[in-house]
């Protein structure tokens, strides 16, 4: 009889050792295909900033040389001949990305990631919308015609001066929260 209680035993201990080691085993299984959920996302969240930057720094060039034509424009309204005094508006859309971090809010990776980055993360994608409706009011306000062309010249150079300081603002936060992604992937992974 005792033999067979302990025969009973050892089965039963072997059992519970079986299904614990597959559970580990499922666990660990688990937190692997997190892991590279989350390392994926980021690497979007990377890649993202990094087209989402050419383009700024495409409109930082192009502002550029906006402000030097209106830089221009003003010294030419100095002259007698102001009537002929005009400014070609070459101004392309900014088209930001925004895939990588609506799929990180989605499936919850910000949660996995440290507060301080998933903090800056949601900042520069709110910078890049502020940025847009910037860039929508500012469009809109060169559609207007003022009657006075050297005080609307002047609200433009304004405009566009704001406009290149929000960009660049964005272009450092970029640059910063691309290092630190990286860093972070780097590190974890």
Known sequence: MENKFLAY?????????????????????????????????????VSEIENNNFYVKGAIQANELLLQQYDSVLLLLETENSDQVNIVLTISKLLFQDSGMDLAISIGVLSDVE????RDISFCYKLQQNILGFEKTYFD???VKEENRRTYYNTCRTKVNNF????????????????????????KF
């Not at 299904?19 to 690497?43: D, P």
């Not at 970029?174 to 590190?187: A, G, P, S």
Request: a negative charge; glycine letters at 2%.
């Open 141 to 143: 306000y060169l559609e």
């Open 164 to 187: 290149m300081m929000a960009l660049k603002t964005l272009d450092e936060e970029q640059i910063q929260l691309k290092e630190d992604v990286e860093k972070y992937i780097e590190e």
């Open 9 to 45: 035993i050892r089965e039963l201990s072997i059992v519970i050792v079986g299904i614990s080691i597959a559970f580990g085993i499922n666990k660990w299984s688990e937190n692997r295909k997190s892991l590279e959920k989350e390392k994926l996302v980021l690497e979007t969240v």
């Open 115 to 118: 507060f301080q980055l998933a």
